[in-house]
């Protein structure tokens, strides 16, 4: 869906910091891959900055947008949409440097992992991979409202739903919280350094709790 890739490109931190990484990455003459390109807008800032050819991988039909955004800035001689699975594409040609925002909101939840694996092969000796290291932390956090339960824990219309209670609790929720709600410092969960990466994660990890609070 079009909403999905406005929300990434409507969002200034993590827009601002890969335009500042390919400011720095990008050296002239580069061939760069831009993995699940969406709207192709980080193939189209490496050619800004230098590129000489962008290859642009995109399974989803968002790809015929990017030709078209390619081609109304201009840019259509020098990038190449592919609307291909990048797990199941040949390199066409190896590159200098790898950018993809496979990051979701904890890597795991856009499954694209398969992908950045399948980009190594595209890569020439000492090409970079943009972001090079990507670090998950955990944090105890709590004394927050917990929208993803409040409905099965408060009386709805003179009904018990306590016994979904359970399920909800496995259930992964997307919240923004103030620096108030945690309890103690984060830790690291996990490091990958693409193309390298796992599909699983099974790690162990100690916090120590600063404040008193209820821990969600």
Same mark, same amino acid.
């Not at 090079?132 to 932390?137: D, N, P, R, S």
């Not at 018990?160 to 830790?187: F, I, K, Q």
């Given at each position: 869906?079009?909403? #999905?890739?406005?929300?990434?490109?409507?969002?200034?931190l993590r827009m /601002?910091?890969?335009?500042?990484?390919?400011?720095?990455?990008?050296?002239?003459?580069?061939?760069?891959?831009?993995?699940?390109?969406?709207?192709?807008?980080?193939?189209?800032?490496?050619?800004?900055?230098?590129?000489?050819?962008?290859?642009?991988?995109?399974?989803?039909?968002?790809?015929?947008?990017?030709?078209?955004?390619?081609?109304?800035?201009?840019?259509?001689?020098?990038?190449?949409?592919?609307?291909?699975?990048?797990?199941?594409?040949?390199?066409?040609?190896?590159?200098?440097?790898?950018?993809?925002?496979?990051?979701?909101?904890?890597?795991?939840?856009?499954?694209m992992l398969p992908?950045?694996?399948? $980009?190594?092969?595209?890569?020439?000796?000492?090409?970079?991979?943009?972001?090079?290291?990507?670090?998950?932390?955990?944090?105890?956090?709590?004394?927050?409202?917990?929208?993803?339960?409040?409905?099965?824990?408060?009386?709805?219309?003179?009904?018990?739903?306590?016994? /979904?209670?359970?399920?909800?609790?496995? #259930?992964?929720?997307? /919240?923004?919280?103030?620096?108030?709600?945690?309890?103690?410092p984060a830790a690291? #969960?996990?490091?990958?350094?693409?193309? $390298?990466? $796992?599909?699983?994660?099974?790690?162990?990890?100690?916090?120590?709790?600063?404040?008193?609070?209820?821990?969600?």
């Amino acid at each position: 869906p079009l909403d #999905y890739h406005r929300l990434l490109l409507d969002d200034p931190l993590r827009m /601002a910091a890969y335009e500042r990484a390919l400011r720095r990455l990008v050296r002239p003459g580069d061939v760069v891959l831009d993995l699940g390109c969406g709207t192709g807008v980080l193939g189209m800032l490496a050619l800004r900055q230098g590129a000489a050819r962008v290859h642009g991988v995109e399974s989803a039909a968002v790809a015929g947008l990017a030709r078209q955004l390619v081609a109304a800035n201009g840019l259509a001689a020098r990038m190449t949409i592919h609307q291909e699975d990048m797990v199941e594409l040949a390199p066409v040609e190896l590159v200098d440097l790898v950018v993809a925002d496979f990051l979701g909101r904890f890597v795991v939840d856009d499954g694209m992992l398969p992908a950045v694996r399948a $980009a190594g092969a595209w890569m020439k000796p000492g090409a970079r991979f943009c972001p090079g290291t990507v670090e998950l932390l955990l944090a105890p956090a709590g004394d927050f409202t917990h929208y993803g339960l409040q409905v099965f824990t408060e009386p709805f219309y003179g009904l018990d739903l306590r016994a /979904a209670v359970p399920y909800a609790l496995n #259930y992964c929720y997307h /919240a923004e919280l103030p620096p108030t709600a945690l309890l103690g410092p984060a830790a690291t #969960y996990a490091r990958l350094q693409p193309p $390298a990466t $796992a599909d699983e994660f099974d790690q162990t990890v100690s916090f120590t709790l600063e404040r008193d609070g209820l821990l969600q």
